[in-house]
Structures are given as structure tokens and as C-alpha cells.
């Protein structure tokens, strides 16, 4: 019993034939799309690099742009193959061709859904990242006279002003971190040395936060020392005020950046895995309406294609039983066996059909 | 004697019918850019309304705008004639529109010019609109609590983040207006009492400025306050020290920026100019074919095209008296004629339709 029978006459198969070779062909831009969207989301996660941790790999953008290209060839291979079935004699080449394609095909398409569904769950590790990331980058804001350092403090800066954020999980992060050099700090001063030494590690701590934190929203001038502090300020209360400081740590932000494009980025796959899908079914429905074609002299006769020869259960059990086979065998001899049997299964169903 | 004479003969009207249908098409969306770069300079000056003055601005905008939507409508007329051209029964209907169609033309084209020039002489009218609006934008800063300045220091704020500057003409233009709000000023401290009252004016006023002056690339934590005092800060001269804050202000970098636009913009204006001047020419060279052929009665045979009648100096004299002669006629009928309108046209149409009969004869 053959899955989804489908009986075509030769207007249909051409039909189809054509069809699928258009698909084939958006199935290649589709496949440029998801490689130029990996290409972005590299060039994205690269431009941020300095405050994610370096075990960050580029694991999504390489498979989106790895899956972008074998797309690309996949089908325009398929094409090719789909503009040639239409003549016989040039169908004859492909012919044995199509069965290990539509299998490797099948595996790409797996391969495709696995990225799409990588997308929406990169969130945890991204997050791991960005937090050990931060944190790192944060340490170093003082560090302006240190080679390979230097930019970092602009580029938090830059970061906390670009995403309106302050510190790692909020800006009391800032308060554990001495983010002051000691290059500009009087060490003669009383008020220095007290603060100094009132720290177990002997670093200057403050409350306070980079200017970068200030947000220009706030109807009063930025409060960035003695943040805690109510009676430093006049009419100043920190548990109320909202507007003074950016309230989102930058881990959240570059967060939700990165997962609502990855989550976009996702959707916008599947949507390609669907699209790929119905044109394997095509092109395996094509596939075996040729083959089943009782006479070749006659192509204009009428003939059944199928997606699987037998029922879901029995393709199955048979895959099983050929990957036994190859378990028990040595690879050669397991793979000459399995060919001989796909032969043997072969033949009955095409006498049948005829 | 004619200027430029060139000879035509049918294939080569008919070409230069279909050439120029073409271009007028190209000088149709020509006018479309003209039209949507006046609206982009537009759009950009009013982002920017809060720290501009009112003035005369938008008159660049607009007449950018007014320019592409003209030259939009008599390139699309042009395009019709010339496809018409090539039929001389067709021609015989804009036979009449012709010559006032390529003198409006001539005249349009240099409102195109006029208008490539006022993005260049703008620059004049636009710092001292930035400089005004600026001054008043700084001055509101502090006016977080009163309606219609309440997102005023935002602006500010974000302008200057955006443009890295500070101040009107630098960072010092913060120290001369009271940029804290009374609100957020302890009245009974005794420092902020000594402030006021060593003011004149009773300002509180502060060598510091808003955190937007900070420059992210300075290696050291930004310095608000006491800016001018190297005593109040370690290891610091506020005189050598030039990453600490912007040391542009944002007039100039405003200046800067709407200057940059508008050059480009006048380029692009300057090139359809002499793109629609060469259209122009061409319809010209049409227009005096078509003519000489009708006046010959022989739609196949050659005939000459030219850009003037008479040497340059008779047609500036020939337009000059022209001038003078409308001049005279409106005189005589503003007297005269007071009470009916009517008059003043009929008199102006009566000298034109003198002059073109007059012409004609002489062209042939």
C-alpha cells in the first residue's frame, strides 16, 4: 500500500515538472535569504564581540549560512534535474541520481528544521555569554591606559547610551566594581584613602555610575554619585525616582535585541523548511510517476506516483532492519546488501503498478 | 543671421522627435527627484524645529518642491508634443503653444537654478536660524515642569549625544545660563544661597554642564562640574585636557551637517538644470523644424532648425523693445482703462500676437 497516491497523465506530469522548477528556483533565493540573514547575525554578534565571552561561538550564523548555501546548490541541482525530466533521454542521467538525492535532501531538510528550532533556543546559552561577557567588560572600564583595553570604556559607553541600559543586571553593578583608574585618583586625599581602605580588597568603590547611564528623558539634571543616597540630593528619593538612570541592565537589552532577531531570524526558516518540504514531496512524486512509467516508448501514457511505496509502518521497519543489517555487516558488504534489497523491493511494487 | 543652424530632414525629426520624448520622460522623474529632495530637506529641518528659529528656511524646501512639481507637469507637456511631432496633422494643434511653451520653459529653468543656487546661499540664513533656536533651546533646558518645554532637555540631550557637541558655540555656553531647574535646588543650603546671590540677575550658575557633553572616548570617568577648576580635580587642566567633553558646539556641527545635505542637493539641482536647459535646446531645434517645414507646405522635405533668429545682440535688442512696448501698453491701459480689466489683457495679447506674426515672416 503506497502512501498518498497520485495518478498522473502526462499534461500533469509536465505540469508538475514545470511548477517544481519554479519552486526550485525561489527555493534558491530563499536559500540566499537565510545565508545573507546568517551573514548579518555573524556581522551583529562580531560587532558586539567585546562584551560577550570569548567560548561565545558563532554556531547559528555559521549553520544559517551553511544551510543558506547548501540550499542554494540543493536546489539548483533539483532544478536542473526537474527542467531536464520533461525529456526522456536526458531524464536517463539523472535517473539513478534521484533516489540518493532525495535522500540526502530528506537529511538536509531535518538538518534545516534542527536550525530553525536553534534559533528560538540560543536564548539560554546567548544569555550565559552576555552575562560572563559583561561582567568581564565591565572590570575592564578603567583600564583606558592598558593595551588592548583601551576602547573598552567607549565601548560601553557606547553600548549603555546605543541600548539605554546601565551595568550588567542594573546599575548597581557598577557599585561592586571600581570603575575609577587609580591614574586619577589623589591617593594624598583624605576622603580617597578612607574609602579605600573601608574595602576589604582595597579598591575604590562608589555609588555612582558612568555618564552613559543618564537618561535623557529624566526632567532633572543626571544624578550619577551618591545614587543611594537621599540626603545628598535635595528633593531625591532612589527607591522612586525611575527616569534618572536607565532602570534595564544591558544584558537584558542586547538580549532581547539578539532573540527577538534570532526568534525573527527562526520563523523566517521554518517558514523556508516548509517550503522546502513541499518541494521534496514534488520532486519524490515526480521521481516516481517516471519511474513508474510501464513503457518508455509510450511517454504519453498515464502513471502513479507516490511518496512512500508502503505504509508509514512497513518503510519503518524495513529502515530499521537495513540499519541492522548494516550494524551487524561490515559497511561494504551492508551497503551492497541494502541496495540489493531497495532492487528487490523495487521490482514488485513496479509490477504491480503495471 | 541665424545662431546654430542645423539642417533636418524627415528621419531626422522624426529621431530627434523620439530622443526627445524620451528625455522629457527622463526630465519628468528628474522633476520627481527635485521634488522628494526638497521633501527630505524639508522633513530634516522640521526633526530639527526645536532648535531652529523661525525664518525663511523652508524656502529652500519649498522651492525645491514647487520647481519639481513644475517641471514634473512641463515635461510630461513636452513629452506629449514631441510624441505628437512626428505627425503633422497632430502638430497643427500645439503649432500655436509651441513658442510660449519653450519661452516658459526658458524662464522656468532658471527658477531650477535659482533654487541649485539657494541651497549654497543658505548657509547664512541657517546658522543664524541654528544659532537663535540653540540659544533659546539651552535657555529652556531647565523647563522640565512647564507645558510645551517639557521634552526640551531630551531634545537637547539627544541632539547633543547624536551630534557630539556641546553648547551653542561650545561647552562654555552652559555656564552662562541657569541650566538646573529651581525645583531641584535646596533653597536652605547655604552654598546654593551664596551662588544666587553672587549673581547679579539671581541665577544659579554653574561651571558644569549636562551629562550629554561627556565624550565616550575619554579615558577618564566624564568631569561635570567645576570644569574650570584644576584644583577640584586630580591629575586634571582643563585647558590640555580636550577628550574629557565635545569641544564642538552643536551650531557648528548642525551647520555642518545641514550644509553637507544641501551641497549635495545643489549639485543634484544643477545637474537637472543643465539637464532640462539641453532638453530645452533640443525642443527648440524641433519647434524651428517643424515650422519652416510647414511654412515649406512639404511635410517630407528638408527644412533648418535653429536656437535664434538673429544674431544674439538683435534678439536681445528685438526682446528689449518687446519689454519696453508691454511696459507702455500696461501704462497706457492702467490710465486709461482703469475700470475694465478686460482692456490690460486684450492690449498685452494684442502686442504678443503682433510680435509672433511679425516674426514668423522674418523667420521664413
Not at chain 1, 528556483?25 to 558586539?48: D, H, N, P, T
Not at chain 1, 543586571?169 to 591617593?187: A, C, M, P, T, V
Not at chain 2, 519696453?324 to 482692456?343: C, E, F, H, R, Y
Request: proline share 3%.
Amino acid at each position: 500500500m503506497a502512501l498518498l497516491k497520485v495518478k498522473f497523465n502526462q499534461k500533469k506530469r509536465v505540469k508538475l515538472a514545470q511548477g517544481l522548477w519554479l519552486m526550485n528556483w525561489f527555493s534558491v533565493f530563499a536559500g540566499i535569504i537565510v545565508f545573507s540573514m546568517g551573514l548579518f547575525l555573524k556581522i551583529e554578534l562580531r560587532k558586539r564581540s567585546e562584551v560577550m565571552d570569548n567560548s561565545e561561538s558563532h554556531f547559528v550564523p555559521n549553520s544559517l549560512i551553511l544551510m543558506g548555501i547548501l540550499s542554494c546548490a540543493f536546489n539548483g541541482f533539483a532544478g536542473k534535474i526537474c527542467y531536464d525530466s520533461l525529456d526522456p533521454a536526458k531524464f536517463a542521467k539523472w535517473k539513478p541520481l534521484l533516489k540518493p538525492y532525495l535522500a540526502l535532501c530528506f537529511f538536509f531538510n531535518i538538518l534545516l528544521f534542527f536550525v530553525a528550532l536553534i534559533c528560538f533556543l540560543m536564548r539560554g546559552s546567548l544569555e550565559s555569554t552576555l552575562a560572563q561577557g559583561l561582567k568581564n567588560s565591565m572590570k575592564f572600564y578603567r583600564d583606558t591606559d592598558t593595551p588592548g583595553r583601551c576602547f573598552m570604556k567607549k565601548t560601553i559607553d557606547m553600548l549603555q547610551i546605543e541600548f539605554k541600559c546601565c551595568g550588567n543586571n542594573g546599575f548597581k553593578d557598577w557599585f561592586e566594581i571600581q570603575w575609577i583608574s587609580n591614574r586619577y585618583l589623589d591617593f594624598s586625599s583624605k576622603e580617597v584613602k578612607d574609602r579605600i581602605k573601608s574595602n576589604v580588597d582595597g579598591r575604590y568603590l562608589v555609588d555612582g555610575v558612568p555618564f552613559s547611564c543618564c537618561n535623557p528623558s529624566s526632567p532633572r539634571p543626571c544624578i550619577q554619585y551618591q545614587v543611594t543616597n537621599n540626603s545628598a540630593h535635595y528633593s531625591y528619593d532612589y527607591q522612586t525616582e525611575e527616569l534618572n538612570l536607565w532602570g534595564r541592565g544591558c544584558r537584558e537589552a542586547l538580549l532581547h535585541y539578539y532573540s527577538s532577531m534570532m526568534s525573527s531570524m527562526g520563523a523566517v526558516v521554518l517558514l523556508v523548511w516548509l517550503f522546502e518540504m513541499s518541494v521534496m514531496v514534488g520532486l519524490r512524486l515526480l521521481h516516481t510517476s517516471l519511474e513508474s512509467i510501464a513503457n518508455p516508448e509510450d511517454p504519453e501514457c498515464e502513471s502513479e506516483g507516490w511518496i512512500l511505496e508502503n505504509s508509514l509502518k512497513d518503510t519503518l521497519k524495513s529502515a530499521l532492519e537495513s540499519l541492522k543489517k548494516i550494524g551487524k555487516f561490515n559497511q561494504v558488504e551492508a551497503g551492497a546488501e541494502g541496495a540489493e534489497g531497495e532492487e528487490a523491493g523495487k521490482t514488485p511494487a513496479i509490477t504491480t503498478v503495471s | 543671421m541665424t545662431v546654430l543652424k542645423v539642417k533636418f530632414t524627415k528621419t531626422k525629426r522624426d529621431k530627434l522627435a523620439q530622443i526627445l520624448w524620451i528625455l522629457n520622460w527622463v526630465s519628468v522623474v528628474s522633476g520627481i527627484i527635485l521634488f522628494s529632495l526638497g521633501l527630505f530637506l524639508k522633513i530634516e529641518i522640521k526633526k530639527r524645529n526645536e532648535v531652529m528659529a523661525k525664518g525663511d528656511i523652508n524656502s529652500v524646501p519649498n522651492m525645491l518642491i514647487s520647481v519639481g512639481v513644475i517641471a514634473c507637469v512641463v515635461n510630461f507637456l513636452g513629452g506629449k508634443i514631441c510624441y505628437d511631432c512626428s505627425d503633422a496633422n497632430k502638430f497643427s494643434r500645439w503649432k500655436l503653444i509651441m513658442l510660449p511653451y519653450i519661452i516658459c520653459t526658458f524662464c522656468f529653468t532658471f527658477c531650477i537654478l535659482l533654487g541649485a543656487l539657494m541651497c549654497y546661499t543658505m548657509r547664512n540664513e541657517l546658522e543664524e536660524s541654528l544659532y537663535l533656536g540653540l540659544r533659546d533651546a539651552i535657555k529652556f533646558y531647565k523647563d522640565t515642569d512647564i507645558p510645551g518645554r517639557c521634552f526640551l532637555k531630551k531634545t537637547v540631550d539627544m541632539l547633543q549625544i547624536g551630534f557630539q557637541c556641546c553648547g551653542n558655540n561650545g561647552f562654555r555656553d552652559w555656564f552662562e545660563v541657569q541650566w538646573v531647574s529651581a525645583r531641584y535646588l535646596n533653597m536652605a543650603s547655604k552654598e546654593v544661597m551664596d551662588r544666587f546671590k553672587s549673581n547679579v540677575d539671581g541665577k544659579f550658575l554653574v561651571d558644569g554642564v549636562p551629562f550629554s557633553c561627556c565624550n565616550p572616548s575619554s579615558p577618564r570617568p566624564c568631569i561635570q562640574y567645576h570644569l574650570t577648576n584644576n584644583s577640584a580635580h586630580y591629575n586634571y587642566d582643563f585647558l590640555t585636557e580636550e577628550l574629557n567633553i565635545w569641544v564642538k558646539g552643536c551650531r557648528e556641527a548642525l551647520l555642518e551637517y545641514y550644509t553637507a545635505i544641501m551641497r549635495s542637493i545643489g549639485i543634484a539641482a544643477l545637474l537637472i538644470w543643465l539637464f532640462e536647459l539641453s532638453v530645452l535646446i533640443g525642443v527648440r531645434y524641433l519647434q524651428t523644424a517643424m515650422k519652416n517645414v510647414l511654412l515649406q507646405g512639404d511635410l517630407q522635405g528638408e527644412s533648418d532648425g535653429w536656437l535664434l533668429e538673429n544674431s544674439f545682440v538683435e534678439t536681445a535688442k528685438y526682446n528689449i523693445n518687446i519689454i519696453k512696448n508691454l511696459g507702455k501698453a500696461n501704462q497706457i491701459s492702467t490710465v486709461s482703462g482703469m475700470n475694465d480689466p478686460n482692456i490690460n489683457v486684450q492690449n498685452t495679447n494684442c502686442g504678443k500676437s503682433n510680435v509672433t506674426a511679425k516674426s514668423i515672416p522674418a523667420a521664413s
